[in-house]
Nanobody, 122 residues
């Protein structure tokens, strides 16, 4: 069992930055990849980024490559999503998730946080 809690969302102007945090708990975290997904109202859930807990390998969705960075702090059991050069189209609820596969597909993730809202104004 894995519990995930996101934080760090908010309102920011276009071009600004935010850092999201995903605090994870569970005895077998090293087995999981942690992913970030986002969902805007009326739209499907999109893959943002993922990182393996043990090796730190990363993967990004095409729309955020070069702007977002996923990282982890193993000592604090926390995964971060640094978001730079934000655009209005980045506005969405952002969710972190834990899954046994290092994947960009939400169906590969078994545990989900409650989400945190990011709003980018133009």
């Amino acid at each position: 069992q894995v519990q995930l809690v996101e934080s760090g969302g908010g309102l920011v102007q276009a071009g600004g930055s935010l850092r999201l945090s995903c605090a994870a708990s569970g005895r077998t975290l090293w087995r999981y990849a942690i992913g970030w997904f986002r969902q805007a109202p009326g739209k499907e859930r999109d893959f943002v980024a993922t990182i393996t807990w043990g090796g730190g390998s990363t993967r990004y969705g095409d729309s955020v490559k070069g702007r977002f960075t996923i990282s982890r702090d193993n000592a604090k059991n926390t995964v971060f999503l640094q978001m730079n050069s934000l655009k209005p189209e980045d506005t969405a609820a952002y969710y972190c998730a834990a899954g046994s596969r290092w994947s960009g597909h939400d169906y590969d993730y078994d545990y989900w946080g409650q989400g945190t809202q990011v709003t980018v104004s133009s």
